[in-house]
């Protein structure tokens, strides 16, 4: 769908200006080979003997299935990932859930809210954290990892380093006006809360214009964003929290569609509001 819409938002950005460049992966499947298939038996110069007749014959059965179809291709399965990392080696799935366990007590589960507004922070990442000065060249230090979540309750940064041998949290920091890259979870509980909002009127206007279809839910959208931070007098009172309150602006775009222009829309995650910039 390549049409421009022109009203609502003022128009559907062109992709080239703001798209996020995707690779395709592409995966090689070799079939067993057929060198030779073409070659007859009792032929001269000796290559036509019996032996190679029978050869040619087992290696059409390799690549063919009954009645000369041909076999589906196999990609080998990736060999399974282990349960624990060693050195500095990436953290796996299984250390990262336990960390995630272990960095989130029962006190800090009950005292905060995530970005639905319900009990327990928000997880924003988990990263294999850098060794002890004194253990740079220990190749047996311990494996740590830093566990980051957000606090909606009172707007903080809670950082938990867990020891992954001895399964205890060896610090915590707590940090105001700080505001990590917004991430794929509370993206899109902005963009619900845009489109459950009366300023979201456009945005269901121009999706609609582009596809025939009502806007209902973010999940008819790709979406990336940024962080918003207020600068005194440069927007609406209601905004002038962003920076302290964790608020995000959004770039919605039509699956296998045009993006669409709601740079002027902030979404106050903390508040749960939407604003309009300008």
């Known amino acids: 769908m390549r049409r421009t819409v022109h009203r609502h938002l003022g128009k559907v950005v062109a992709g080239a200006a703001i798209?996020?460049?995707?690779?395709?992966?592409?995966?090689?499947?070799?079939?067993?080979?057929?060198?030779?298939?073409?070659?007859?038996?009792?032929?001269?110069?000796?290559?036509?003997t019996a032996r190679q007749a029978a050869e040619q014959g087992r290696t059409r059965e390799l690549a063919q299935g009954p009645g000369g179809a041909v076999r589906p291709g196999v990609v080998e399965q990736a060999p399974a990932q282990g349960a624990k990392g060693t050195g500095r080696d990436p953290l796996t799935d299984d250390e990262m859930k336990r960390v995630e366990r272990i960095a989130v007590s029962r006190q800090l589960f009950d005292s905060s809210k995530d970005v639905e507004g319900a009990r327990g922070p928000q997880r924003l990442g988990i990263d294999l954290a850098e060794p002890e000065t004194s253990e740079l060249d220990d190749p047996h230090a311990p494996r740590r990892?830093?566990?980051?979540?957000?606090?909606?309750?009172?707007?903080?940064?809670v950082t938990r380093t867990v020891n992954l041998d001895t399964g205890k949290v060896e610090h915590t920091g707590v940090q105001h006006d700080v505001q990590p890259p917004i991430t794929r979870a509370e993206m899109t509980e902005a963009a619900d809360l845009l489109i459950a909002d009366p300023l979201g009127a456009g945005l269901k206007a121009d999706y609609k214009d582009a596809t025939g279809k009502e806007l209902t839910t973010s999940g008819q959208l790709v979406l990336n964003s940024m962080v918003y931070r207020a600068t005194p007098g440069a927007q609406p009172a209601a905004l002038d929290a962003c920076g302290v309150h964790r608020c995000v602006r959004l770039f919605p775009k039509v699956k296998n569609g045009p993006w669409i222009d709601s740079r002027t829309l902030v979404i106050d995650l903390s508040a749960r509001k939407v604003g309009r910039l300008g």
């Open 145 to 157: 990892a830093d566990v980051t979540f957000y606090d909606y309750k009172d707007d903080t940064l």
């Open 19 to 48: 798209a996020v460049a995707g690779t395709a992966v592409m995966i090689g499947i070799t079939l067993p080979g057929t060198a030779g298939a073409d070659d007859t038996a009792g032929g001269k110069g000796g290559g036509g």
